[in-house]
């Protein structure tokens, strides 16, 4: 089992930043590099979304509506997997989700879900 907990969210203007942590507590650093890990995001009303992806190999993908905004890092040593938000819009708010993949390259990870943080970004 993979626990995920997600940290780092809150409320904050138009235009600022804010950084989500996925840390992964429970499980041995040689579990956590075989895993692809990623963000998701459900705003009110519609459905979840894949926003960003950090494969095992080295890929990074984002969904359209984020690029050159967000950016995912692994910081392997600490097993945690960040999203840097910046340039921040009302539309990205959303409850963010962590998840993992048992299939480390995996660019849709979906085995592992965390419990979710809230993002507003207000006008």
């Known amino acids: 089992q993979v626990q995920l907990v997600e940290s780092g969210g809150g409320f904050v203007q138009a235009g600022g930043s804010l950084r989500l942590t996925c840390s992964t507590p429970?499980?041995?650093?040689?579990?956590?590099?075989?895993?692809?890990m990623g963000w998701y995001r459900q705003a009110p009303g519609k459905e979840r979304e894949l926003v960003a992806v950090a494969t095992n190999d080295g890929v990074r993908r984002y969904a359209d509506s984020v690029k050159g905004r967000f950016t995912i890092s692994r910081d392997n040593r600490k097993k945690v997997v960040n999203l840097q938000m910046d340039s921040l819009k009302p539309e990205d708010t959303a409850v963010y989700y962590c998840?993992?993949?048992?299939?480390?390259?995996?660019?849709?990870?979906?085995?592992?879900w965390g419990q979710g943080t809230q993002v507003t970004v207000s006008s």
């Open positions: 429970r499980i041995i650093l040689s579990t956590f590099l075989s895993r692809s």
């Open positions: 998840a993992a993949d048992r299939d480390g390259t995996s660019v849709v990870p979906d085995d592992y």
